[in-house]
């Protein structure tokens, strides 16, 4: 019934009253964006959104059997529905019909199941969704579909590579996706296991500027713990090093090009960067470079020469003695 109703919006809208149901939070939110994502470009339709007690039940059916003098169709999203004592108040919505409306009662904990009677009313009117946590056997399917959505053509390996990392959790594995699709962007070719493995270090640029961040902060705990979550386990510390030196050339080269009142200098920052490392610049960094462009010079170039000597030394050294090696140098920046 979830995919029934989202392909019904893809080729026209569907008025209805529709309960939304399920104990994964994550998922439910994720269901209702793909919801909202595919009505918003409707003409002439208005999105509200409204939740429990701060709009009381009997408050939203008369919104809903309402005509809305702005526009001639409304999708309203109604969220908190498990907390509603009383379910029984749901029952008019199914007795009053608004071909210009879509309703959507969302709960968000699982609770409703409880009510086999108002389940009953709704599964009898085609109208109620079970949004389930995909068992162990569903699961490459569930990613496969989720990376669809996204315009992310996964392999099977791939696929069994997402699951080995971030186990049978929809709430690991969706995050995942999403950041893939921001350095894919529009991905049109397969992507392979080894493919995928090699953009975790491409993942380390987004994550650069949270590092940074602590840095400049001078909240060194932030940044190790940053450190060890984001680096230590997902690549080597070469790999986050030369990333690191990568970004900081484009920091400098930026700040360069404000001193010298060059005219749209990000541009000329995404020509540096297709030139030198034939790649343009991503979502976070274009967000970030006008931040770090007010950093002091001196303190960046002492950054560079600690990272450039890290990168010396990191490979000819243990991966013990480099991760203590980087932990005291870095503490030394922040001291």
């Given at each position: 019934?979830?995919?029934?109703?989202?392909?019904?919006?893809?080729?026209?809208?569907?008025?209805?009253?529709?309960?939304i149901?399920?104990?994964?939070?994550?998922?439910?939110?994720?269901?209702?964006?793909?919801?909202?994502?595919?009505?918003k470009?409707?003409?002439?339709?208005?999105?509200l959104?409204?939740?429990?007690p701060?709009?009381a039940?009997?408050?939203l059916?008369?919104i809903?059997?309402?005509?809305?003098m702005?526009a001639?169709?409304?999708?309203i999203?109604?969220r908190g529905?498990?907390d509603?004592e009383?379910?029984?108040?749901?029952?008019p919505?199914?007795?009053s019909?608004?071909?210009?409306?879509l309703?959507?009662?969302i709960d968000?904990?699982?609770?409703?199941?409880e009510?086999?009677?108002?389940?009953?009313?709704?599964q009898?009117?085609?109208?109620?969704?079970?949004?389930?946590?995909?068992?162990?056997?569903?699961?490459?399917?569930?990613?496969?579909?989720?990376?669809?959505?996204?315009?992310?053509?996964?392999?099977n390996?791939?696929?069994?590579?997402?699951?080995e990392?971030?186990g049978?959790s929809?709430?690991?594995?969706l995050?995942?996706l999403l950041?893939l699709?921001?350095?894919l962007?529009e991905n049109?070719?397969i992507?392979t296991l080894n493919?995928?493995k090699?953009?975790?270090v491409?993942?380390i640029?987004?994550?650069?500027f949270g590092?940074?961040?602590s840095?400049f902060?001078?909240?060194?705990?932030?940044?190790?713990?940053?450190?060890k979550?984001?680096?230590?386990?997902?690549?080597?510390?070469?790999?986050?090093?030369s990333?690191?030196?990568?970004?900081?050339?484009?920091?400098k080269?930026?700040?360069?090009?404000?001193?010298?009142?060059?005219?749209?200098?990000?541009?000329?920052?995404?020509?540096?960067c297709?030139?030198l490392f034939?790649?343009p610049?991503?979502?976070?960094q274009?967000?970030n470079?006008?931040?770090?462009?007010r950093l002091?010079?001196?303190?960046?170039n002492?950054l560079?020469?600690?990272?450039?000597?890290?990168?010396?030394s990191?490979k000819t050294?243990?991966?013990?003695i480099?991760?203590?090696?980087?932990?005291l140098?870095?503490?030394?920046?922040?001291?």
């Amino acid at each position: 019934m979830s995919f029934k109703l989202l392909k019904q919006l893809e080729n026209k809208f569907t008025g209805g009253v529709y309960l939304i149901s399920g104990d994964d939070g994550l998922l439910i939110k994720n269901y209702t964006f793909d919801i909202e994502k595919r009505v918003k470009n409707i003409n002439n339709l208005s999105i509200l959104k409204y939740s429990y007690p701060d709009l009381a039940i009997e408050k939203l059916f008369e919104i809903y059997s309402t005509c809305d003098m702005f526009a001639s169709l409304r999708c309203i999203f109604y969220r908190g529905i498990e907390d509603i004592e009383d379910k029984k108040l749901l029952s008019p919505f199914l007795k009053s019909t608004n071909p210009d409306c879509l309703l959507l009662l969302i709960d968000s904990k699982g609770s409703i199941k409880e009510m086999k009677q108002i389940i009953t009313m709704f599964q009898q009117n085609n109208s109620f969704i079970e949004i389930k946590t995909p068992d162990k056997y569903d699961f490459i399917e569930f990613i496969r579909e989720e990376g669809d959505k996204l315009g992310l053509k996964l392999s099977n390996d791939a696929i069994r590579y997402f699951i080995e990392e971030y186990g049978y959790s929809p709430s690991r594995i969706l995050p995942e996706l999403l950041k893939l699709k921001t350095f894919l962007g529009e991905n049109k070719s397969i992507i392979t296991l080894n493919e995928l493995k090699n953009l975790r270090v491409s993942y380390i640029q987004d994550d650069f500027f949270g590092l940074l961040d602590s840095i400049f902060d001078r909240n060194l705990a932030k940044f190790l713990k940053e450190f060890k979550n984001y680096v230590i386990k997902d690549i080597s510390l070469l790999g986050f090093i030369s990333v690191c030196i990568k970004n900081l050339r484009i920091i400098k080269y930026y700040k360069y090009l404000l001193d010298e009142n060059i005219k749209n200098p990000l541009c000329k920052v995404e020509d540096f960067c297709k030139a030198l490392f034939s790649k343009p610049l991503n979502y976070h960094q274009k967000n970030n470079l006008p931040k770090y462009s007010r950093l002091d010079d001196s303190f960046l170039n002492k950054l560079e020469e600690t990272l450039a000597y890290l990168e010396k030394s990191l490979k000819t050294s243990s991966e013990k003695i480099r991760a203590t090696e980087t932990e005291l140098l870095i503490s030394k920046l922040l001291s």
